[in-house]
């Protein structure tokens, strides 16, 4: 990429990629259900319709094995995304960012080459740039530290553009299915991840849980900006931006007029659109207030940020990373601790 490039690309396509591309063509991105899966058939056969959301494929089994607390083998990428190394049917299958915004796993196409993992369906998305077509597949287990997930379904990708522009080798992506049976408590600053026993971990004396609501297999949680009524926004890993507020959300409040903005990218499946960059004076997310936030105000009519109504937005990376967090999504609740 020439040189000119490559600030955006290190950072917004990045977010762009990240959020759309994997949080948007992994199911759930659609909150009108739109991705779909189309299960596989003989050649001789006729090929049935699309019929039940994919978000309906759900793991045969999930549970954690060995030691615990156990903590992860973490890269962290300088972008602030955090990697692990996941096994898939017994195989080393490579760095997997660890995304909430993902509410399925995903492989790189040479992964799933060199795992000969067989074709489940095609799958139809929606992501926030607009639509693309990829393919199901099925795994026989993911093996992350203590967790194991059986008889499961992953999203293959073109993950080469986002291993590009984060400088880093990525085959893949760690999604809902995998935070199924743990509780993880997760510092971003410092690249670490630790799996828990849900059954025995208690938050830090004086911290509370906070209720997360899941739509698609992904967490939301609720906030406001500025003094604007309170929404949802998207918990999302996958994204190193700390805010992207939604065009309906922009219009909605008139979060531009008076701002001052640049130009930038965003988007992602199904096309890059212009947006605005700058911050907002306060974002309070599950009670905990952060001023001067920055943000990318989105402005495409298309896809998820150009329709999505029912959530504000989404938080990233940028911003989660002032706490130690701790995901427990069989309860449906997350910590946000503040660093010491």
């Known amino acids: 990429m020439v040189r000119s490039l490559q600030q955006w690309d290190r950072r917004n396509l990045v977010r762009a ?20 899966a189309q299960t596989s058939a003989p050649a001789t056969a006729p090929a049935p319709a699309p019929t ?23 890269k962290r990428a300088k972008t602030g995304h955090l990697l692990v ?14 995304d909430t915004g993902a509410g399925m796993s995903c492989v790189d196409k040479t992964v799933a080459a060199r795992l000969a993992l067989p074709v489940a ?27 194991r997930v059986e008889d499961s379904t992953v999203v293959e990708l073109n993950l080469k553009p986002i291993a590009l522009a984060m400088g880093e080798q990525v085959d893949g992506v760690i999604g809902y299915e995998c935070f199924l049976p743990g509780v993880f408590e997760v510092d971003l600053a410092a690249g670490r991840i630790t799996v828990h026993d849900p059954a025995r971990y208690a938050l830090p004396d004086g911290q509370k849980w906070e209720k997360l609501s899941f739509k698609g297999r992904r967490p939301r949680l609720p906030g406001r900006i500025e003094g604007h ?27 531009l007029d008076g701002r001052e903005t640049t130009a930038t990218k965003s988007g992602g499946v199904g096309g890059i659109h212009a947006a605005r960059k700058g911050s907002v004076g306060s974002l309070t997310l599950a009670g905990q207030r952060v001023d001067n936030v920055p943000a990318v105000f989105a402005q495409s009519k298309d896809g998820i940020a150009g329709t999505e109504r029912e959530r504000l937005g989404s938080v990233g990376v940028g911003l989660l990373k002032r706490f130690v967090l701790v995901l427990n999504y069989r309860d449906q609740t997350v910590g946000l601790l503040p660093r010491d």
């Open 52 to 74: 039940a959301p994919v978000e309906s494929a759900e793991p045969g089994k999930v549970g954690l094995v060995g030691a615990r607390p156990a903590e992860l083998k973490v």
């Open 229 to 255: 009524e309170e929404g949802l926004f998207l918990f999302d890993l996958g994204a190193n931006t700390s805010l992207t507020v939604y065009t309906p959300t922009v219009e909605r409040f008139n979060l």
């Open 85 to 98: 190394s996941p096994m898939i049917d017994g195989q080393e299958a490579g760095w997997f960012i660890f």
């Open 17 to 36: 990629m990240v959020i759309a591309a994997i949080a948007g063509v992994i199911v759930g991105a659609v909150a009108t259900a739109v991705v779909t």
């Open 121 to 147: 369906g095609e799958a139809s998305a929606l992501g926030e740039g607009g639509t693309q077509q990829t393919r199901l597949l099925k795994v026989k287990s993911i093996e992350l530290g203590p967790v």
